[in-house]
């Protein structure tokens, strides 16, 4: 598969661009930045240094990916989407006579995003957080904590009222009754979850099979 680059985008040296990944418009890429095979990087976004990208993830318009974050494979980012790494920060040294560093520090802190997770357009994503697996972020929101695996967050600060299923569909809205009394959802897709509180496991083929089966 060929890999495309638009005329007007900037990719900096030692960055790595899998088979079949497209980067738009005005698109910059900082340098040693690792994207997987058949991604899309949307025109006028920024991804800086060092950012690992897996393979099929989709980074729309606008989007800024700062310096600490990672996406696993089947992420999306939609539009004016904002990453950020830094809980307080500062331009320059407390008595305003030295401009600080952009450079990496201990006070940079890490956020992952984990395969087939959606965050919402124009979402801002605090750091050292962790977006579970296929959870989803509304649009708007404002991420402080990090959201389970299969939970759709809204709000700000965002905050987890349901789940979702890996095609995208909502399953079951929370409420307080789900913290004490687990109970099992089918999304209209047909895949089934395990919900108990916050906690939402995919029910495999195999685990059906066997419940079917211990009801005989």
Same mark, same amino acid.
């Given at each position: 598969? /060929?890999?495309?680059?638009?005329?007007?985008?900037? /990719?900096?040296?030692?960055?790595?661009?899998?088979?079949?990944?497209?980067?738009?418009?005005?698109?910059? $890429?900082?340098?040693?930045? $690792?994207?997987?095979?058949?991604?899309?990087?949307?025109? !006028?976004?920024?991804?800086?240094?060092?950012?690992?990208?897996?393979?099929?993830?989709?980074?729309? *318009?606008?989007?800024?990916?700062?310096? &600490?974050?990672?996406?696993?494979?089947?992420?999306?980012?939609?539009?004016?989407?904002?990453?950020?790494? +830094?809980?307080?920060?500062?331009?320059?040294?407390?008595?305003?006579?030295?401009?600080?560093?952009?450079?990496?520090?201990?006070?940079?802190?890490?956020?992952? /995003?984990?395969?087939?997770?959606?965050?919402?357009?124009?979402?801002?994503?605090?750091?050292?957080?962790?977006?579970?697996?296929?959870?989803? $972020?509304?649009?708007?929101? $404002?991420?402080?904590?990090?959201?389970?695996?299969?939970?759709?967050?809204?709000? *700000?600060?965002?905050?987890?009222?349901?789940?979702?299923?890996?095609?995208?569909?909502?399953?079951?809205?929370?409420? +307080? @009754?789900?913290? @004490?009394?687990?109970?099992?959802?089918?999304? !209209?897709?047909?895949?089934?979850?395990?919900?108990? &509180?916050?906690?939402?496991?995919? /029910? *495999?083929?195999?685990?059906?099979?066997?419940?079917?089966? @211990?009801?005989?």
């Amino acid at each position: 598969m /060929v890999v495309r680059v638009h005329p007007t985008a900037i /990719v900096e040296s030692n960055v790595q661009l899998g088979d079949g990944t497209s980067v738009w418009d005005s698109a910059h $890429i900082r340098h040693d930045t $690792i994207l997987g095979e058949q991604c899309i990087v949307g025109g !006028k976004s920024l991804i800086a240094y060092d950012v690992r990208i897996g393979n099929r993830c989709k980074i729309n *318009s606008n989007a800024y990916l700062c310096n &600490g974050v990672t996406l696993e494979d089947g992420v999306m980012i939609s539009a004016g989407v904002i990453f950020t790494n +830094d809980r307080f920060p500062r331009a320059a040294t407390p008595d305003l006579t030295e401009l600080l560093s952009s450079d990496p520090d201990e006070h940079t802190l890490p956020t992952i /995003v984990r395969e087939g997770a959606t965050i919402g357009a124009g979402s801002i994503v605090g750091c050292n957080l962790e977006i579970g697996r296929f959870a989803m $972020i509304g649009m708007g929101s $404002i991420v402080t904590r990090s959201v389970p695996d299969f939970c759709l967050a809204i709000g *700000s600060p965002a905050r987890v009222v349901g789940a979702v299923c890996r095609c995208g569909e909502p399953t079951i809205r929370f409420t +307080d @009754s789900l913290d @004490s009394a687990p109970c099992e959802v089918r999304c !209209k897709c047909g895949r089934r979850y395990s919900v108990h &509180g916050h906690v939402v496991t995919e /029910v *495999s083929t195999a685990a059906r099979q066997e419940s079917v089966q @211990s009801t005989r």
